[in-house]
């Protein structure tokens, strides 16, 4: 199996490329379609860098995995899947993010059929010789996803490196006492378990950091260490959550989101619009 990491500095997402040297097979996760707010412009200067290496390897693309309806970028899902036809797949929770935000948009029309593979807890599936066990890892929002791909874990929001700690739990029907739950479960996989972060804000100026281990998480995340208690990492997350401002681009980003990746559809007039709610948070 081999990975390859996709940063983008705008957003500091992490994108990963999955696949196996000898059949090909891939999977992408997290992808990210590329948004000028200020232009309200679209383009695909992310999407085109795993393209490249994907054309360049030769590789199939038999899936799309989002750890969960981001909040600070669009997703990227619905340029791969109209350019590798492969299917996109999130966990079947995400039915819960799409009734809060379906009426904060007037969107009545959003369905979990958006998606084509609705993922349980424990599932193991395979896009192709890749054999993938879903692990669901709620709290940063009730639909987070983490997979495992032989030893390697992609956690998306739950976790971040150590230095950094883990995901914020205030969004809505977000967690701190689910995700804490969600990390003490992964905390049971071995010591070695290489783990993949969805972000990377490198703390201090650091240089990108985007890989550790259960182990060291374990002993070294700053804000939940297996000895951590929940009464301690709630009272530290609810205080931190509390003077957080919302992502940048949250109301841009989840509209999209929660309906695989597409944007909204046309008015009347032909024209799409992002809809910007007023006092919603």
Known sequence: ????????????????????????????????????????????ESLER?????????????AVLETH???????????????YGAGIGIS????LVQDVFGPVFNRSDLSVDAFDHLL??????EAGSLRIKAIATPGHTPACMSFLIEDALFVGDALFMPDFGTGRCDFPKGSAVDLYASVQKLYTLPADTR????????????????ETTIGESRTS??????????????????????????????????????????LPPPDDNGMRYLRLPIGVL
């Open 120 to 125: 349980t807890d424990g599932e193991v599936f």
């Open 69 to 83: 309806a981001h909040a600070d970028h669009i997703s990227g899902s619905q340029g791969l899947k109209e350019r």
């Open 50 to 62: 795993v393209a490249a290496v994907v054309d360049a390897q030769g590789l199939k693309v038999r």
């Open 92 to 95: 079947e929770h995400i039915k």
């Open 195 to 210: 783990v993949f972060v969805g972000h990377d804000y490198q703390p201090g100026g650091r240089a990108l950091a985007f």
């Open 1 to 44: 199996m081999r990975i390859e990491s996709f940063f983008d500095t705008r957003t500091s997402t992490l994108t990963f490329l999955v696949w196996d040297e000898a059949t090909k097979d891939a999977v992408v996760i997290d992808p990210v379609h590329d948004y000028d707010a200020l232009a309200v412009r679209f383009f695909d």
């Open 221 to 262: 995340n700053k804000q939940l260490r297996a000895d951590t208690t929940e009464e301690e990492f709630v009272a530290f997350r609810t205080a931190r959550d509390a003077v957080l401002r919302p992502p940048r681009l949250l109301f841009q980003s989840i509209q999209a989101n929660v309906d695989a990746g597409k």
